[in-house]
């Protein structure tokens, strides 16, 4: 591990990406029947990012030989595949996050507060970033990627549900945090909203709420019919407004049952590939709505929209699932 002397932000999202990690189902015991259904969602969110060439390479993340024999099998050429020990595939809460100068970060991972820990999760970060050779450093606090947001000059977003849980540094308090989101990552301006959606294990990761679609501007889910999280979009509006923000609208998906309980449902965990955005999709009315709004902010590149019904049984959606690797220079 290396120390470094100037830490310059991460990229945003928007910014050329040299591939993508993409974690590929891999735990017949984790997904049951969901299993070969999540495989496939993953599979066609891989092919929208690679977008016939247009896209950035991807590389599928197995977490043993079966599952990438099953991952080959299924992407033929789209798609390399590496074998990394994981717990489960959510790589943009356990994978490095790359800085702007190309150097990785590393963060302690557990398990979203201790309520998932699962065997190498808290290592396939380090390994990941290994086999890419990039310079690593190690931060030694409690950080998932899921949990900020950011617009590729210093300034972030995120929710303090999250990063200000006890089940996290509960001896860090919020002056220190922004202190180390400062000199670890370069992000010294914070935008902090308060919830996220309900039931979400995350504890309110901010990557179901808010995403910068460009610098200071941000997008956030109008309430749908019915929609158990009306609260929490309109206050976060109120704070990112308050803070200076430009804040884009779209429509959320309402309430989206499984098993009679409500589930965190959100466009807001699109992913932002050279050529594509990917947006979940879930059954709901507002789903060709919610790619049409989503579209309309990314004129230069293709909205997709793919429904991930079974990769959400397991708590997340694409952009959980991936972690870009950015074009450096």
Known sequence: MTTPTVTTPPPPEWAPHDAVWIGFPSHPELWEEDLDPAREEVLAFARAVHADGRGERVILVAADGEAAEAARAMAGDMADVVVQPFGDIWLRDTGPIITGDGSARLFRFNGWGGKYDLP?????????????????????????????????????????????????????????????????????????????????????????????????????????????????????????????????????????????????????????????VVVPLYGSENDEAGVAAIQAIFPDRQVVGLRADAILTGGGSFHCISQQIPTIG
């Open 120 to 276: 190498g999760d808290d290592t396939v970060g380090a390994r990941l970033a290994e086999d890419r050779g990039l310079s690593a450093t190690r931060c030694e606090w409690v950080l998932e990627g899921g949990a900020i947001d950011g617009d590729g000059t210093g300034l972030v977003v995120t929710t303090r549900q999250c990063l200000l849980n006890p089940n996290r540094n509960p001896d860090l308090r919020e002056g220190e945090i922004a202190d180390r989101l400062a000199n670890d990552l370069g992000l010294t301006r914070i935008v902090w909203l308060g919830n996220g959606l309900l039931n979400d294990h995350t504890d309110g990761h901010v990557d179901n709420l808010a995403r910068f679609v460009g610098p200071n501007r941000v997008a956030i889910p109008e309430a749908a019919e019915n929609d158990p999280n009306w609260q929490v979009y309109a206050a976060a509006k109120r704070d990112a407004q308050a803070a200076g923000l430009e804040v884009v609208g779209i429509p959320s998906p309402g309430r989206v049952l499984r098993d009679d309980e409500v589930v965190p449902a959100s466009y807001m965990n699109f992913y932002i590939g050279n050529a594509s």
